[in-house]
């Protein structure tokens, strides 16, 4: 019998368990952002912004709050960052703007750069 109750709370402590979430360490307090890449290719300066354009001519908008990320224009660089994805895109008001918004760039939250040359050999 004390084996039997003994099995039994085994297997319900097992089932609350696996349905209350663990919490592990929190990386980027933003939920709407990805786990790090790295990326290459030329930084540009498009319509006041500082651009990634990579070889596959793809465009991405950089930001960072740790570092000023001018200094980098006009070079081929490697950056290691965090893809921000927009928002909550169900919402019918965000889906409105959408449709009538030229696509926009991904915004990549740079954690790391380096430099790997001094000019571009982008596309661009």
């Known amino acids: 019998m004390r084996i039997f109750v003994a099995g039994l709370v085994l297997v319900s402590v097992c089932a609350v368990a696996q349905e209350v979430p663990t ?25 006041g912004n500082v651009m990634l354009t990579d070889a596959s001519n793809i465009d991405y908008k ?14 081929e660089v490697r950056i290691t960052a965090s893809k921000i994805t927009p928002g909550d895109p169900s919402s019918d008001d965000r889906a409105a703007v959408a449709e009538k918004a030229p696509r926009q ?3 990549l939250d740079v954690e790391a750069i380096a430099k790997v040359a001094d000019h571009c050999s982008s596309p661009k």
Not at 27 to 44: A, E, H, M
Not at 62 to 75: D, F
């Open 105 to 107: 760039p991904a915004t």
């Open 23 to 47: 919490q592990g360490p929190q990386r980027d307090p933003n939920p709407q952002s990805t786990l790090p890449k790295t990326y290459q290719g030329c930084v540009i300066r498009s319509n």
């Open 62 to 75: 950089l930001v960072s709050n740790a570092r000023s990320l001018e200094s980098y224009v006009g070079q």
